[in-house]
C-alpha cells in the first residue's frame, strides 16, 4: 500500500480511543459513515483487521494495539515538527520552559539569572501546566525544554537528576494526627490524597496483588467526606486540606510558601522525597537548551546541601542565599534574581 497519511492516523486513533465509530465522529467532526470507509480502506491497505466489530462493543485487535501505540507517536512527531518549524521562524525566538507552578524546589529565579549570564541565553517563555503535562509539551513541540517533578514517560527525551528535597504531610490543624510531630505512612490508613490514591501508599499507585485496588469510599472525617470530583488548582486543594478532606505530600519548599493556620505540615519517616529532573528532546541541538541545562544543573548542585541541611521547620523560610558549608545556591556566587519580573536583557514571559 501507500505510506500511511495523518488524515488515516488522526481517524484510526480518534476510533481506537473512543471504541464507537459515532464518538469519534463526532469528536473529529464528520459523519460517521465516512470514518467508517476510511477505517476499512485503512484496514485494505494493511492487510490486517484493526477492530473487532460486534453490535455491542468496538474493540482493538493485536494488529490495532500496535498501530495505536505507533499512530501517537507518529502524530505527536508530526505535530511537533511543525510546531517547532514555526517556533524557529520567529524573528525573535524564545526558550520555552515547561513547568508546574511551584515544583521547582524554589529555584527557579536562580535557574533563570544563571542562565541570563550564558552567552547563548535567549529570552524564556514559561509553559505551565499540570503534573505530567510537561513530558507531552516536550514531545509535541509546546516546550524546549522542562523541570519536571517526575518522570511518567521519558521515551524520546534525554534526562538529569536536578536536586531531592523532602517531603511533608499536610493535613487540617484539627487532625488528630497533627498533634505528633513525626508520623509514618501506616497512620494515614483510610485517608486519601488529592488524585484519589490511598494516602498509605505514599503516592505510588495501587497494587492489587495487595487488595489496594479495590474501590473505596471516599474518607470521611467527622461529617466532612471530601471533595467529589477532581481539584482543580492550589487554592482549592489547600482549602480541602484545610478542612480535612484529604492529606496532600508536599515537598517542603512549596509547604514553607504556602503555609496556613488550619493546615500542620508534619514529618513523615518513610515517605519517600521529591525527585526534579531536567529533561529535553533527545533531538535538540539549541544551544540554548543545552546552556540553560547547564545553568540549572549547576545551581542544584550548590543548593543540594542547602536543602538536605536546612531544617525542616516550615515557620522559617528558605534562605537559598545563605551559605551553608561554604556554598550558595547561585552556583556563580551571585546575589539571586529577586523574582521572575522582565528583565530587559532577558525576558520571561508566560503561557498556560
Not at 75 to 103: S, V
Not at 274 to 303: G, K, N, Y
Not at 320 to 325: C, D, K, L, N, S
Request: zero cysteines; hydrophobic letters at 45%.
Amino acid at each position: 500500500m501507500n505510506d500511511l497519511e495523518s488524515r488515516q492516523l488522526r481517524y484510526f486513533v480518534a476510533v481506537a480511543e473512543e471504541l464507537s465509530f459515532r464518538r469519534a465522529a463526532e469528536r473529529l467532526g464528520m459523519a460517521q459513515p465516512p470514518l467508517s470507509r476510511a477505517i476499512r480502506e485503512l484496514e485494505r491497505g494493511l492487510g490486517v483487521h484493526l477492530f473487532e466489530r460486534t453490535t455491542r462493543q468496538v474493540r482493538l485487535t493485536a494488529a490495532g494495539e500496535v498501530l495505536l501505540r505507533d499512530a501517537r507517536t507518529a502524530l505527536e512527531a508530526i505535530t511537533a515538527a511543525a510546531r517547532r518549524t514555526r517556533h524557529a521562524g520567529r524573528p525573535a525566538p524564545e526558550l520555552r520552559l515547561a513547568l508546574k507552578a511551584d515544583f521547582d524546589a524554589g529555584l527557579l529565579p536562580q535557574f533563570l539569572a544563571a542562565y541570563r549570564r550564558e552567552a547563548e541565553a535567549i529570552p524564556v517563555e514559561l509553559v505551565l501546566g499540570g503534573r505530567g503535562d510537561q513530558e507531552a509539551a516536550l514531545r509535541d513541540g509546546r516546550a524546549d525544554v522542562a523541570i519536571v517533578p517526575e518522570l511518567a514517560d521519558g521515551r524520546g527525551l534525554d534526562v538529569e537528576p536536578l536536586l531531592t528535597e523532602p517531603r511533608l504531610a499536610g493535613l487540617a490543624a484539627s487532625d488528630p494526627l497533627a498533634a505528633r510531630s513525626s508520623l509514618r505512612l501506616s497512620d494515614f490508613a483510610g485517608r486519601f490524597l488529592p488524585d484519589g490514591k490511598p494516602a498509605e501508599l505514599g503516592g505510588l499507585p495501587p497494587d492489587p496483588a495487595r487488595g489496594d485496588g479495590r474501590p473505596r469510599p471516599p474518607a470521611e472525617r467527622e461529617s466532612f467526606a471530601g471533595s467529589r470530583r477532581p481539584v482543580r488548582d492550589l487554592t482549592e486543594l489547600l482549602s480541602l486540606v484545610e478542612l480535612g478532606g484529604i492529606i496532600w505530600f508536599v515537598p517542603v519548599s512549596i509547604a514553607r510558601r504556602h503555609a496556613r493556620p488550619g493546615i500542620a505540615y508534619r514529618t513523615v519517616r518513610d515517605l519517600p522525597p521529591a525527585e526534579f529532573s531536567i529533561a529535553w528532546p533527545q533531538d535538540s541541538r539549541s544551544p540554548a537548551v543545552a546552556a540553560f541545562v547547564r545553568a540549572a544543573t549547576a545551581v542544584a548542585a550548590a543548593a543540594q546541601p542547602v536543602l538536605t541541611a536546612q531544617p525542616l521547620d516550615i515557620a522559617q523560610p528558605l534562605d537559598m542565599a545563605r551559605p551553608v558549608g561554604g556554598q550558595r545556591a547561585d552556583a556563580a556566587g551571585a546575589a539571586p534574581s529577586p523574582g521572575l519580573a522582565r528583565s530587559e536583557t532577558n525576558p520571561v514571559t508566560v503561557r498556560r
